[in-house]
């Protein structure tokens, strides 16, 4: 069992920054890939970025490319989201979650292959 806890939301203005950090407890992060989604009011869960066991290979969605970048120390057992240019449109619930899926990789974007999730972080950006 992998518990994850988000931290690091907040409000921020339109062009602003902010870091996520995603915090593992019971097993090592380091046998998963791990993932960011986003779920707007009233919209599904959004997939945002992958990242590979190592660290080494990173999949963004196209609305988040050139803006945002994943990150994982596993000494740690940790992963991060750096967020900047920020937009009102990246106003949702960020959530990290660990892949669990067999056959699955880098590409999974959808949700029913992560079996670990974290409460949710609220960003909110205002224009």
């Known amino acids: 069992q992998v518990q994850l806890v988000e931290s690091g939301g907040g409000l921020v203005q339109a062009g602003g920054s902010l870091r996520l950090a995603c915090a593992a407890a019971g097993r090592t992060l380091s046998s998963y890939f791990m993932a960011w989604f986003r779920q707007a009011p009233g919209k599904e869960r959004e997939f945002v970025v992958t990242?590979?066991?190592?660290?080494?290979?990173?999949y963004y969605s196209d609305s988040v490319k050139g803006r945002f970048t994943i990150s994982r120390d596993n000494a740690k057992n940790t992963v991060n989201l750096q967020m900047n240019s920020l937009k009102a449109e990246d106003t949702a619930v960020y959530y990290c979650a660990a892949n669990t899926a067999a056959n699955t990789g880098l590409y999974s974007r959808d949700v029913s292959s992560y079996g670990y999730w974290g409460q949710g972080t609220q960003v909110t950006v205002s224009s």
């Open positions: 990242i590979s066991r190592s660290g080494i290979s990173t």
